[in-house]
């Protein structure tokens, strides 16, 4: 079965410092791994995805997430946070077909000033 | 427009009550998805609709009776539901089942005393 870790449930930063959400996967192939996120009273919205094609993937908003297959690692980074970022980042893994995603627990940023 | 609108944002309801939520998409998106998020967790898939006809179902209990009576639309049935299922019922579309981007609505916030 494929499963995603998010290995830290709140990161605390302050505004233009480097933000790193970490996440691992299980997967006995090589998987479909995205990363939502989900602000305040909102739906959630696809940040980035890894499909294979390149193991360095850029998204929205200036993240970017780096896809390790030694450290089976799939963590999330952008070099400046700002405080629009604050909201809920769910690490997501495609299970099989039909779409069918199984999200991580959750990891809450918070930037301070 | 590529949004997903769900309505009501908010629902209130009693054990005994019969409610619908509601989930449109013109984006020509021809998969639908329910999940259901309950209060800091990970949303959980309940259905995929593909093409008009079921082709998930998560195992959800028979009091949650989804519908979708054309490629636009996606409704969702409630009945004699308990106070364990309030949560935020989420909808999403993408193109097809094996289109990886999804495209979520902002929610129902469901409560059932």
């Known amino acids: 079965a494929q499963s995603v870790t998010q290995l830290d449930s709140h990161v605390s930063v302050s505004e233009g410092t480097p933000v790193l959400l970490r996440c691992n996967y299980s997967?006995?192939?090589?998987?479909?791994l995205f990363w939502y996120v989900q602000h305040p009273n909102k739906g959630l919205q696809l940040l980035l995805k890894?499909?294979?094609?390149?193991?360095l993937v850029k998204g929205i908003n200036g993240f970017e997430a780096e896809f390790k297959k030694s450290e089976t690692s799939f963590h999330l980074t952008k070099p400046s946070a700002h405080m629009s970022d604050a909201a809920e980042y769910f690490c997501?893994?495609?299970?099989?077909?039909?779409?069918?995603?199984?999200f991580g627990t959750g990891t809450q940023l918070k930037v301070e000033l | 427009d590529t949004e997903v609108t769900q309505t009501p944002k908010h629902l209130v309801m009693g054990m005994t009550n019969k409610k619908s939520l509601k989930c449109e998409q013109h984006?020509?998106?021809?998969?639908m998805y329910w999940y259901k998020q309950k209060a800091k967790k990970p949303p959980e898939l309940m259905f995929v609709?593909?093409?008009?006809?079921?082709?998930i179902n998560e195992s959800v209990p028979s009091r949650f009776s989804p519908e979708c009576p054309n490629s636009s639309l996606l409704n969702l049935h409630l009945h004699a539901l308990q106070p364990e299922d309030s949560a935020l019922y989420l909808c999403?579309?993408?193109?097809?089942?094996?289109?990886?981007?999804?495209?979520f609505g902002s929610g129902t916030q469901l409560s059932v005393l």
């Open positions: 997501v893994v495609r299970a099989g077909g039909g779409n069918k995603l199984t």
């Open positions: 999403a579309s993408s193109y097809d089942r094996v289109t990886e981007k999804l495209f």
């Open positions: 997967s006995s192939y090589s998987p479909s």
């Open positions: 984006m020509g998106h021809r998969a």
């Open positions: 890894y499909t294979s094609a390149a193991t």
């Open positions: 609709y593909s093409y008009e006809k079921l082709s």
